[in-house]
Nanobody
Framework: QVQLVESGGGLVQAGGSLRLSCVASASIFSINYMGWYRQAPGKQRELVAIITSGGNTNYADSVKGRFTISRDNPKNTVHLQMNSLKPEDTAVYYC?????????WGQGTQVTVSS
C-alpha cells in the first residue's frame, strides 16, 4: 500500500508558475509509473504528465513545453513544475502511481489560474 500526498497548489495569475509535489509513503525507486492527472469541473480526469522508473516522460499535448515532471527517488517525491499557466489549466491535480498493476491516487490539490 502506497499513500500519496500532494502539495503546492494555489491561486496564480495567467502566465505564472506553480510547483506541485507528491510525497509517497513508501520507496518510489521501483514504482513503474508515477504522474499527474487533473480534473476540471464538469470534465473527465485527464493525464497531464507521467514518468517511468527509468526516467522516461510523456506529456499531454496541451502542456508540452510548459510543464516538466521529475522524480526524486531518495525523497520519494515527484514534482510537476508548471510554467506559463493558463486559465484552462484550472483543475484539481491528482498524483498517481501505478505499480504491479495496482493504482494509487492522492487526494488532489486545487490549482486555479486567473485571467
Amino acid at each position: 500500500q502506497v499513500q500519496l500526498v500532494e502539495s503546492g497548489g494555489g491561486l496564480v495569475q495567467a502566465g505564472g508558475s506553480l510547483r506541485l509535489s507528491c510525497v509517497a509513503s513508501a520507496s518510489i525507486f521501483s514504482i513503474n509509473y508515477m504522474g499527474w492527472y487533473r480534473q476540471a469541473p464538469g470534465k473527465q480526469r485527464e493525464l497531464v504528465a507521467i514518468i517511468t522508473s527509468g526516467g522516461n516522460t510523456n506529456y499531454a499535448d496541451s502542456v508540452k513545453g510548459r510543464f516538466t515532471i521529475s522524480r526524486d527517488n531518495p525523497k520519494n517525491t515527484v514534482h510537476l513544475q508548471m510554467n506559463s499557466l493558463k486559465p484552462e489549466d484550472t483543475a484539481v491535480y491528482y498524483c498517481y502511481a501505478l505499480n504491479m498493476a495496482v493504482t494509487y491516487w492522492g487526494q488532489g490539490t486545487q490549482v486555479t489560474v486567473s485571467s
